[in-house]
């Protein structure tokens, strides 16, 4: 079991940028692999990106490709979602989560055990 702790949310124009945080506690942390995930009011928990343990593959949602990219630093127990041209469906509390050894399962949230308490990310039109 990990803990984990976002950061980084907050208010940004339309078009701006951003760049979350999570920070996860534990020795074993590079066995993990973490995922963003994002909630909007009214609306169900959805995947946003993932990055397996190891770091050997990244899984993005097709709302986000090519604006937002996930990466690790297992030295730091670390992980990162750096957010570009934000628009305001991006509006949401985002949540990471992580899990031991989960592969091609890492855009499932039921695959995820340990989530933060999540960051809550606005964008304005």
């Known amino acids: 079991q990990v803990q984990l702790v976002e950061s980084g949310g907050g208010l940004v124009q339309a078009g701006g940028s951003l760049r979350l945080s999570c920070a996860a506690s534990?020795?074993?942390?590079?066995?993990?692999?973490v995922g963003w995930f994002r909630q909007a009011p009214g609306k169900e928990r959805e995947f946003v990106a993932a990055?397996?343990?190891?770091?050997?593959?990244?899984y993005y949602a097709d709302s986000v490709k090519g604006r937002f990219t996930i990466s690790r630093d297992n030295a730091k127990n670390m992980v990162y979602l750096q957010m570009n041209s934000l628009k305001p469906e991006d509006t949401a509390v985002y949540y990471c989560?992580?899990?031991?050894?989960?592969?091609?399962?890492?855009?499932?949230?039921?695959?995820?055990?340990?989530w933060g308490q999540g960051t809550q990310v606005t964008v304005s039109s």
């Open positions: 989560a992580a899990e031991k050894f989960v592969n091609t399962q890492a855009m499932n949230v039921k695959s995820y055990d340990d």
């Open positions: 534990g020795r074993t942390f590079s066995w993990y692999t």
């Open positions: 990055i397996t343990w190891g770091g050997g593959s990244t």
